[in-house]
């Protein structure tokens, strides 16, 4: 198990271009902008795969974009449950069972689940940060001092999910 010590989190590394984001619709604005700025990795930790920020056309647009754009491009996904976001018909699931090279979601360990945190992480350094995953309040940040503390976070929770049998076994 992993753990991760948010509570100075906001305030290490280099916070003077940080913003702070205080509702959903600026999280949503935040994540497909840092998305049209990645080159090789688009990193997601995140309960349920929030219909708010991730469940858009401009999102799907913007990945569809990065991984046509990019042969090594990887999307990784980790999520607690998906079976809300299956039922609902999810724009994330149905394209990663059409990007199956490049986009995977697999579930999040059991170890890893009792976080309350979210976050997007673009090439191992800009990212948004939501301390509370159900609160609107996020952090968008391009500090590779804290962006690392996300990626040391995700990889071995990455290294250790099993790939969803959910979205693997539903047929486009």
């Not at 090789?40 to 990945?63: C, G, H, M, V, Y």
């Not at 809300?84 to 579930?107: C, E, P, S, V």
């Not at 976070?153 to 076994?169: C, K, L, M, N």
Request: some cysteine; charged content about 25%; aromatic content about 8%.
């Amino acid at each position: 198990m992993s753990i991760f010590d948010i509570s100075n989190f906001e305030r290490e590394g280099n916070t003077q271009n940080d913003i702070l984001l205080d509702n959903s619709n600026d999280v949503r604005e935040a994540a497909n902008t840092l998305i049209e700025s990645a080159l090789r990795s688009i990193k997601i930790f995140t309960p349920d795969l929030q219909r708010d920020i991730f469940d858009n056309d401009a999102f799907r647009e913007s990945l569809l974009k990065f991984v046509r754009g990019n042969r090594h491009a990887q999307i990784h996904i980790l999520v607690n449950d998906s079976s809300h976001a299956i039922h609902h018909g999810h724009r994330l699931i149905r394209l990663a069972q059409q990007l199956t090279t490049a986009m995977q979601i697999r579930n999040t360990p059991e170890d890893y689940q009792e976080t309350s945190m979210a976050f997007m992480l673009i090439d191992h350094s800009d990212f948004v940060y939501k301390p509370n995953y159900s609160s609107s309040n996020a952090l968008l940040s391009s500090c590779k001092h804290r962006g690392n503390k996300l990626l040391e976070f995700f990889t071995p929770a990455w290294e250790h999910a099993q790939v969803d049998p959910q979205i693997r076994s539903i047929s486009i």
